[in-house]
Nanobody, 125 residues
Framework: HVQSVESGGGSVQAGGSLRLSCAAS????????MGWFRQAPGKEREAVAA???????WYVDSVKGRFTISKDNANNPLVLQMNSLKPEDTAMYYC???????????????????WGQGTQVTVSS
């Protein structure tokens, strides 16, 4: 299922920052895990950052030290703070969530069963 939940995308120069939010009513409540994925034209969708309901956090190696995922509790928006952006970060960014079961692998697309419509992030040199 796809919902309009993401906001905060835009165009910035390399080294800039953006803050993405996933905050549709009901989408971020009582989830087993939530994550951010991205997809550039002609490329596969890949996991960027994720967290589960007990505080486990995962990042893809390419964003460690630059991106931060956060959520105070199950009722708060999921946020991705992106700093020191690079042109290779350019992509459509999607918020994803799993509503039941257990999140065995936070970095796997098939773990999630609810998806947002995406927000575009463009980073220029």
């Amino acid at each position: 299922h796809v919902q309009s939940v993401e906001s905060g995308g835009g165009s910035v120069q390399a080294g800039g920052s953006l803050r993405l939010s996933c905050a549709a009513s009901g989408f971020t409540s009582n989830r087993k895990c939530m994550g951010w994925f991205r997809q550039a034209p002609g490329k596969e969708r890949e996991a960027v950052a994720a967290m589960d309901s007990v505080g486990r956090i995962w990042y893809v190696d390419s964003v460690k030290g630059r991106f931060t995922i956060s959520k105070d509790n199950a009722n708060n928006p999921l946020v991705l703070q992106m700093n020191s952006l690079k042109p290779e970060d350019t992509a459509m960014y999607y918020c994803a969530a799993r509503g039941g079961g257990y999140c065995y692998d936070l970095g796997r697309r098939q773990t999630y069963n609810d998806w947002g419509q995406g927000t575009q992030v463009t980073v220029s040199s």
